[in-house]
């Protein structure tokens, strides 16, 4: 098993991080922790993960579970520093933090409008 630091310094080595989802993943954690290290996100599109991802900038997405090989290859091409700052733009605790408070208030105030993406 890798934890801790010696985890951190694996993934932030890595081409890609990669999630063959075969069902709808509710949450995304590990695909927020491999963007705050720099690893661009392969994956198949399910659940959460277009939500979390935006093809070709913070990672590549596909539905068909064939490509992902050529995709994580493809990540080579697609820039760690964009990854870090979109997650320190998008998934920090104080920005999360915000948006569960934005979210609260329209739910309190009987609003139906959907949210716009971070």
Do not use: N
Request: proline share 7%.
């Amino acid at each position: 098993t890798v934890a801790g630091r010696e985890r951190d310094d694996l993934v932030a080595s890595a081409r890609a991080s990669l999630f063959p989802l075969r069902w709808e993943e509710p949450g995304g954690t590990a695909v927020v922790e491999s963007l705050s290290l720099g690893t661009p996100v392969v994956a198949t599109a399910r659940g959460c993960l277009p939500e979390l991802i935006e093809h070709s900038r913070t990672g590549l997405l596909t539905g068909d579970e064939q490509e992902l090989g050529d995709l994580v290859l493809a990540a080579t091409g697609l820039d760690p520093a964009e990854c870090r700052r979109e997650a320190a733009r998008r998934f920090t605790p104080a920005r999360m933090a915000q948006r569960y408070v934005e979210l609260y208030d329209r739910v309190r105030a009987g609003v139906a409008k959907p949210l716009q993406p971070a």
